[in-house]
């Protein structure tokens, strides 16, 4: 079991940057694909990113590619999601989750086994 915690959420302008953190508890980590969604108000829960569970392999939804990047330690048990030229249309709550499967697979929902609780992004004018 791999029970993810988000941080890092928060305000910032338009061009602006943030990083997301998402620990996970679980002696499993490593070994699992780690993902990140998103859920703007009044729409459904979007695929943002995915990484391999050695990390050497991320997958960008075309929204986000060029712009966020995603890495991950396993010593630390920790994946991230830096987020760069942030856009008023990246404002979400961002969820982390874990995916049994090859990262290039984990791309909906029902994938993902173990979600967090999300981080608030909220990006102004």
């Known amino acids: 079991q791999v029970q993810p915690v988000e941080s890092g959420g928060g305000s910032v302008q338009a061009g602006g940057s943030l990083r997301l953190s998402c620990s996970a508890s679980?002696?499993?980590?490593?070994?699992?694909?780690m993902g990140w969604f998103r859920q703007a108000p009044g729409k459904e829960r979007e695929f943002v990113a995915a990484?391999?569970?050695?990390?050497?392999?991320?997958n960008l939804s075309d929204s986000v590619k060029g712009r966020f990047t995603m890495s991950r330690d396993n010593a630390k048990n920790t994946a991230y999601l830096q987020m760069n030229s942030l856009k008023l249309e990246d404002t979400a709550v961002y969820y982390c989750?874990?995916?049994?499967?090859?990262?290039?697979?984990?791309?909906?929902?029902?994938?993902?086994?173990?979600w967090g609780q999300g981080t608030q992004v909220t990006v102004s004018s």
């Open positions: 989750a874990s995916c049994p499967r090859d990262y290039r697979l984990c791309t909906g929902e029902a994938q993902y086994h173990y």
């Open positions: 679980g002696h499993r980590f490593s070994t699992y694909t």
């Open positions: 990484i391999s569970w050695r990390g050497q392999g991320t």
